[in-house]
């Protein structure tokens, strides 16, 4: 019994030597995820090949080529945007709208799908462990879903290649904004504001990395809400959701820890994309074969993906997002100008 | 020992629209998945078949609605038994669901006096409704 309830305790003990085989095991899990990924691409990526020559010698791929394709390019892209810190929309629109030959309004339909299913299916947790904050949200989420509705119907009025450019030059932006940004994990909030104060936005939760218990409030409450606003037009007429603009104006504004604002950022975007994914639906830019091989491949991606988180110098992941948004955001902006067709 | 990250509780409101969130993309994600499989592997009748797509999906949303004689607005629901259209059923569930998450918010708030959140929950709710009504023009 004693012999039992010790290996289990083995079995169950943080892994602190590399002999343990239940360490190795545990250690080596998020590599093997990673190879069962990179076989399954090495399966599917020579079919891609072969369909893309057979379009460039006019004869059609077969029509599961491009589903199958879009699942695996969503797949990677999981992977990676979990370790990079960026949500996939961010990935997926400029991708799959430059290099696959659906039309750019599917494609941002599927971008806010795939948004939202992973903002949804992360919002739980985060709202239990304390780490997305409701009573921060709401009032964000409300302005910014209003506008998103505002940025959707510009994005489907506005000629294609106005989209391309300024999807473009969205991206490019976000670029910079990756290299140039400081974030600070805990900033000082010395007193909240009054708006802050009177909708009582501040809480606790746990920092699981450090057990450090953290208080958080937050100040400077109007100048968020204007910012959400333009936030939420940019996330409904772009399709690319907008975790990348929430994170920066909750942490280095509003003053919300790091983590915090990550956490309620998801659960903003879980709100400001049902708004702009219902225009798409309801105009008929969300076709089942484009979004439903983005979202499940993407879901599946961000599991392994937060795997590796614990294993991967998240460094290197960030700097192959930023080449890969380059190259991107540059073909997205030539495209719309008519320089790259 | 630190705290676990769950040691400390959270609001009830909070834990209830965790538990509401839960469930309807657990309902939304099932859903998407089964009429998709039922589509692609040609067990419900498709509106567009999946061989046509590759000579559609390169034109404007409105264009492709023409060539396919595909619905606009909520009329995607009188075609529900099509195996590619009943795809939509498991998005609009993904759409729709915090819309009654936030409507179990409000008795909550109401109980606790907080006005402001009850009214922040309705507009919200609102705004989502008004997106998904089909009200609001826009397009090519």
Known sequence: ?341 | MPPAPDAVAQPAEQLRYARLLDWGTRIGLLVLLASFAAYVLGLAEAHVAPARLPQLWQHPVGRYLELTDSPSGWGWLALVHRGDIAGLVGIAILAGCSVLALLALVPLYLRRGERAFVVLCIAEVAVVLLAASGLLAGGH
């Open chain 1, 1 to 341: 019994m004693r012999a039992r309830a010790l290996r289990q305790s083995a079995r169950h003990a943080p892994c602190q030597s590399a002999r343990h085989a239940h360490c190795q095991s545990a250690r080596h899990a998020p590599w093997r995820s990673a190879r069962h990924a990179l076989a399954l691409m090495a399966l599917v990526l020579p079919a891609l090949a072969l369909a893309a020559g057979d379009a460039a010698s006019g004869s059609e791929p077969p029509w599961w080529v491009w589903p199958l394709g879009l699942f695996v390019a969503s797949f990677a892209m999981g992977i990676v945007a979990v370790p990079a810190g960026i949500g996939g929309g961010t990935l997926f629109v400029p991708i799959v709208g430059s290099f696959f030959p659906f039309h750019l309004d599917f494609v941002r339909g599927a971008g806010l799908l795939v948004a939202l299913a992973s903002a949804l299916s992360a919002g739980p947790m985060l709202l239990r462990s304390g780490l997305g904050s409701l009573r921060l949200a709401l009032p964000l989420a409300l302005l910014a879903s209003a506008s998103s509705i505002v940025g959707a119907i510009l994005g489907l009025a506005m000629p294609v290649a106005l989209v391309q450019m300024l999807l473009g030059g969205l991206v490019l932006g976000i670029v910079v904004l990756m290299f140039v940004s400081k974030k600070s994990e805990y900033p000082q909030v010395d007193a909240p504001d009054r708006l802050a104060q009177a909708l009582a936005l501040h809480g606790v939760f746990v920092d699981g990395a450090s057990g450090r218990t953290v208080q958080w409030q937050v100040h400077r409450t109007a100048a968020g809400l204007v910012l959400f606003l333009g936030i939420g037009v940019l996330a409904g007429m772009s399709g690319i959701g907008a975790g990348w603009a929430n994170v920066p104006v909750l942490n280095l504004l509003l003053g919300a820890p790091l983590k915090l604002a990550a956490g309620t950022s998801g659960l903003v975007l879980s709100l400001v994309d049902s708004s702009a994914a219902w225009v798409y639906i309801n105009k008929g830019a969300v076709l089942p074969m484009v979004a439903v091989p983005s979202v499940i491949g993407m879901m599946l991606g961000a599991r392994i993906g937060a795997r590796l988180l614990q294993v991967l110098p998240a460094r290197v992941v960030r700097r192959l997002v930023i080449a890969v948004l380059l190259f991107a955001g540059a073909r997205a902006l030539l495209k719309g100008m008519g320089v790259w067709p």
